[in-house]
């Protein structure tokens, strides 16, 4: 068994079990009901897990768990400088005034 990811957020851990699991891939999730005991064992052994159980399916796993990983997380909304109009954080310049 390999562990091949970890996460605070268990919500993190269940969307990455259930990839793997539809992938074809055997799993195994520990400390699933964490945050549950939290306070009454060591923090470090409440997170979340995700183990795979064979270990030639490590190569693939870790593939699927980097496609899945965000690549670049979204741009905040910006307000123009000029004329105070609320933009898009995909926009470089104001649409209003061009700024
Ligand atoms: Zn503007």
Redesign the pocket.
Known sequence: MIKVFEDFDFSRVGQMQSLLESNGIRTFLKNQYGSSVMGEVPFVEVVPQLFILKNKDLLRAKELLRLDLPVESPKPDWV?A????ENEGTFDE?W????
């Open positions: 123009c000029q004329c105070g109009e104001c209003k005034c061009g700024s």
